[in-house]
């Protein structure tokens, strides 16, 4: 069976849990050579020496995606690793889960650059690389949060809105260099982080039960589901979609 992605080199930034690590083993399936970006060391090398000891072409480098220093690092290291970069998967960040007027200005900082000047960073550092090569696709993770406002997330849906114009303007700035540039946007998803999302919400009192959860979305996504849509939109399936929100909710956002 011919494999999607057989060839080319596909980057995933926080790559080493949960759904960055669930695309990068979808990516490897489908035949492609996989960079991970990611700080979680142990979880990073593991998921790279568990897939490359089933015969497929995984390498862990340890860059914190925030750090302007470590991403210029790690993106020249993965160069001479695997000489281009096809496909970028912007998928690392963190959540905050806080009253407004409780936030520190240093909290509402971290927070903007693990989910924004991270995406900035790395998309930065691998465009000139894609454009070099011919082109490519972008998908940004984004979420239900850049559209649905939570009480105790403003500083999270905020990041989330800045990733959901991120993709779309990057898409039209460098559509005419053959790249594309796409966000996936999952409702809430069984992973720790998800559930340690639910449980924030619910220590705050805002409406995150299993009944309420239930009546908007049906059940948690896997993370597998998530990153099914994500090869989706890196793939030449979706060669003329470009500057989309993918959304992965089972249709939380359409109430």
Not at 69 to 84: L, P, S
Not at 116 to 122: A, E, G, K, T, Y
Not at 156 to 171: E, L, Q, S, V
Request: hydrophobic share 45%.
């Amino acid at each position: 069976m011919e494999r999607k992605f057989a060839g080319k080199v596909v980057l995933v930034s926080g790559g080493a849990t949960g759904v960055g690590a669930a695309s990068v083993v979808r990516f490897a399936e489908e035949g492609a050579k996989v960079a991970i970006f990611d700080r979680n060391v142990a979880a990073g090398e593991e998921l790279a020496k568990r897939l490359s000891e089933s015969g497929h072409k995984v390498t862990f480098f340890h860059v914190d995606v925030s750090n302007a220093q470590m991403v210029r690092e790690g993106m020249r290291a993965c160069i001479e690793a695997f000489d281009r970069i096809d496909v970028l998967f912007n998928h690392a960040g963190t959540i905050l889960i806080k009253p407004f007027l409780d936030i520190e200005t240093e909290e509402w900082d971290d927070l903007f650059a693990v989910n924004v000047r991270s995406m900035f960073l790395v998309t930065k550092a691998a465009l000139p690389h894609m454009i070099a090569g011919g082109g490519g696709a972008i998908v940004c993770t984004s979420s239900i949060s850049a559209t649905a406002a939570t009480p105790t997330e403003v500083a999270y849906n905020a990041t989330k809105g800045a990733c959901h114009m991120f993709a779309r303007a990057i898409a039209v700035e460098f559509r005419d260099r053959n790249i594309r540039c796409n966000a996936v946007c999952p409702g809430f998803i069984d992973t720790p982080h998800g559930q340690k999302e639910i449980a924030a919400l619910k220590s705050y009192g805002v409406g995150a039960s299993e009944e309420e959860l239930t009546a908007r979305q049906g059940r948690a996504a896997t993370p597998q589901e998530i990153a099914d849509a994500v090869v989706f939109l890196a793939s030449d399936d979706a060669r003329f979609i470009n500057g989309t929100h993918l959304y992965v909710d089972n249709g939380f956002t359409a109430w």
